[in-house]
């Protein structure tokens, strides 16, 4: 857990006041946005820590630090990123402090996201550590509570994140009432954590029925990763700039196509990818089946071409019908053409998205970073830790 000083520490310097923040000074992004949206969270989350001790010692202490600890230790920061790209894009100007404090609400709310789909598929580690209802469980066992430690450690953690949840809520909130775009700015808020919602369902859902349809898994991947990820925040910072409908729609084209590139590198991550770099378990996605970009298509392309071995380790019929190990699924995967193609559609989409960008008329610095953060999130800048769509 973190102590108070710890929560003060943080990088990058301050700029002047915000008029989102009540006159609190804000990180002077100049050393990066991520450096600077850790110095936020780290004065935000020690504050609101300050307010969890003066609530219960025990609650602090067990449940609100360690939400805080989670929050400061891992994630790529990429949403942040993308905020401040919608903004400059549409022409956003004066205190860059606002965006931030946005960046920093979607980075509570993808708190929030982790710790809740960590319980959902049962996943033991995140981010290389423990996941936080795999500590609620240890915490269970070593203080020799009553009851199921797997019942104790699931109810903590949904209530962690639902904590996570009311802070990126109260900060957005604050950013919003100190806006003058901030209905706009609200309204987007507003049905992003309605796409996140329905996407979780539907790949929850898509699991248990063992579904293998293309559309239903790009439905999912627009809705979990596309949106959230890169699209909604674009248009958060967009929003902040007061930007107009033609400039709008340009950068949702852009992040829509950004955010399918980002969640087919995922896919490959999570059948492909190295644990000591992607900070998950191997073999998570082979396991459960979950219903990806790339499984579809692997499906799709052994079906059309009669090869039943792949078809046969994919589990054509159901989770449990192919009943094919990691090695297996990993070489139909390979031998149907689907890695290759999900390789191609992820360059198709990352050319198709930088295009969609230059016709917001932004200028070559946002250009610049757009591109950078495009190819972070497509893997073309080298490999991209802790994958999960929702879980970068």
Known sequence: MLGPGAMRAGTGGSAGPDPGTGGRRVPDPAGGPAAAVEALLAEYLHTRLGEARRVDAVFAEEVASRVATFVLHGGKRLRTAFVRCGWLAAGGSGDPGTPLRVGAALELLQ????????????????????????????????????????????????????????????????????????????????????????????????????????????????????????????????????????????????????????????????????PALTGKPADEDLRTRKLTGLLAAALRLADESGDTEALAALGHDGPRAGGGTADRMRAALERTGARAAVEKEIACLTASSLRHFADTGADDRARREFAALVARAAGTAGPLPDPGGEGA
């Open 111 to 274: 708190a929030c996201a982790l710790v809740h789909d960590d319980v959902m598929d049962e996943s033991p580690v995140r981010r290389g550590a423990p996941a936080v209802h795999a500590q609620f469980a240890r915490l269970h066992r070593e203080g020799r509570m009553h009851g199921s430690a797997a019942g104790y450690s699931g109810t903590a953690a949904v209530l962690a994140g639902d904590l996570a949840l009311v802070w990126a809520d109260d900060l957005l909130t604050e950013t919003a009432l100190g806006s003058p775009y901030g209905g706009q700015l609200h309204r987007e808020w507003q049905a992003m954590r309605g796409e996140m919602v329905a996407g979780q369902y539907l790949d929850m859902r898509a699991q248990a029925t063992g579904s293998s349809d293309e559309t239903q898994a790009r439905n999912i991947a627009t809705l979990k990763s596309a949106l959230y990820t890169v699209e909604r925040p674009l248009a958060l910072g967009a929003s902040l700039a007061g930007a107009d409908a033609r400039r709008m729609d340009a950068l949702r084209s852009a992040g829509r196509c950004a955010g399918l590139a980002f969640q087919l590198h995922d896919d490959l991550l999570g059948a492909f990818g190295d």
